[in-house]
């Protein structure tokens, strides 16, 4: 029988190995996917068995679209919409979690504080869900991408894997699907609609919107013209 100080010790390097593995692996997970193109996430995924479990068909409309050929009013829109600081912070916005906490405190309508480097990081690498742990992991991938990715590989991969309707994900598919055109045509108007509903895609439409996307549509255009140059 060992003794209690050889079990502990067995533990440790356990633990130790269990964290090493982890490090490992998550780094080189996020360097590949710096040069390979991410080809499912755990959300698609989810949201597919939610599909089949209501009987309908199984579907992921997804195409890859390179970042040169995403029009310049989507990326401005997607600034516009979800972080304005995009270009200028290392992943976190620590102001506007605080005016979300904030805000969260004092209404029953939840907004979120996250910047497009942490929705990243949860849409590419984590599962959907709202916990203290997944937002351990999401602030641990965050640091990750932004240490390995640039600004531009970041909001590639961004406009490429969101949600943005029922079984449908990026910005090439979203385009093809509301406005039957490629991403790389996608005017102003256009732009801000699609940007109007990502905090809920399957309630909102940008093609026939409600009041409060329509305003969401218009706040977003007006931040769009406010911006300034987007050096990526």
Excluded: C
């Excluded at 997970?29 to 193109?37: A, E, G, P, S, T």
């Excluded at 004092?106 to 979120?112: E, P, W």
């Excluded at 005017?187 to 009041?211: F, M, R």
């Amino acid at each position: 029988m060992k003794s209690k100080p050889g079990l502990w010790k067995l533990i440790w390097r356990i633990i130790k190995l269990a964290l090493i593995l982890f490090f490992g692996i998550s780094i080189f997970w996020v360097i590949l996917y710096r040069f390979v193109n991410p080809p499912v996430t755990f959300l698609m995924i989810s949201r597919g068995f939610e599909r089949k479990s209501e009987g309908k068909d199984w579907k992921i409309d997804k195409k890859w679209v390179d970042f040169d050929d995403i029009a310049d009013p989507m990326k401005r829109a997607a600034v516009a919409a979800e972080d304005q600081k995009f270009l200028d912070h290392f992943g976190f916005d620590f102001k506007a979690m605080e005016r979300a906490i904030d805000k969260n405190a004092h209404s029953h309508k939840l907004i979120g504080g996250s910047t497009i480097s942490q929705q990243t990081a949860k849409n590419v690498f984590l599962w959907p869900g709202r916990s203290y742990i997944r937002k351990g992991f999401e602030a641990y991938f965050t640091v990750l991408i932004e240490i390995f990715w640039s600004k531009k590989r970041i909001m590639e991969v961004y406009l490429n894997e969101i949600e943005m309707g029922d079984g449908i994900y990026g910005v090439e598919a979203a385009s093809q699907s509301y406005f039957h055109k490629s991403a790389s045509e996608l005017n102003q108007h256009e732009a801000a609609a699609i940007a109007s509903i990502w905090p809920d895609p399957l309630k909102w439409s940008p093609t026939n919107p409600s009041d409060y996307v329509r305003h969401r549509q218009y706040l977003i255009r007006k931040n769009m013209r406010r911006l300034g140059p987007l050096d990526f």
